[in-house]
Nanobody, 115 residues
Framework: QVQLVESGGGLVQAGGSLRLSCAASGTIFNINPMGWYRQAPGKQRELVAVTVRGDITNYSDSVKGRFIISRDNAKNTVTLQMNNLKPEDTAVYYC?????????WGQGTQVTVSS
């Protein structure tokens, strides 16, 4: 079993920054990709950013240039630095990881951006 535990999130004004972190634990042989999704009220869960080993990254068009994903492969952690936040970034953010074709999710952390 793999557990993903998120930290960070909270309430911030538009234009501010937040940092999300996620640590993977359990039976991990190779967790790739690893990254973040989000789900706003009444909307489907959507990709924010994912990375493979930290050197290959994919961002949603809505966050490109504002968010930065990074990874510590030795510690199996992934971090999302969110800058210039907008009210439309308000959502529950979920850490995601894939191990041997099985998908794992964190419990989610709330990010609220006030205008």
């Amino acid at each position: 079993q793999v557990q993903l535990v998120e930290s960070g999130g909270g309430l911030v004004q538009a234009g501010g920054s937040l940092r999300l972190s996620c640590a993977a634990s359990g039976t991990i042989f190779n967790i790739n990709p690893m990254g973040w999704y989000r789900q706003a009220p009444g909307k489907q869960r959507e990709l924010v950013a994912v990375t493979v080993r930290g050197d290959i990254t994919n961002y949603s068009d809505s966050v490109k240039g504002r968010f930065i994903i990074s990874r510590d492969n030795a510690k199996n952690t992934v971090t999302l630095q969110m800058n210039n936040l907008k009210p439309e970034d308000t959502a529950v953010y979920y850490c995601y990881g894939r191990v041997l074709l099985a998908d794992y999710w964190g419990q989610g952390t709330q990010v609220t951006v006030s205008s």
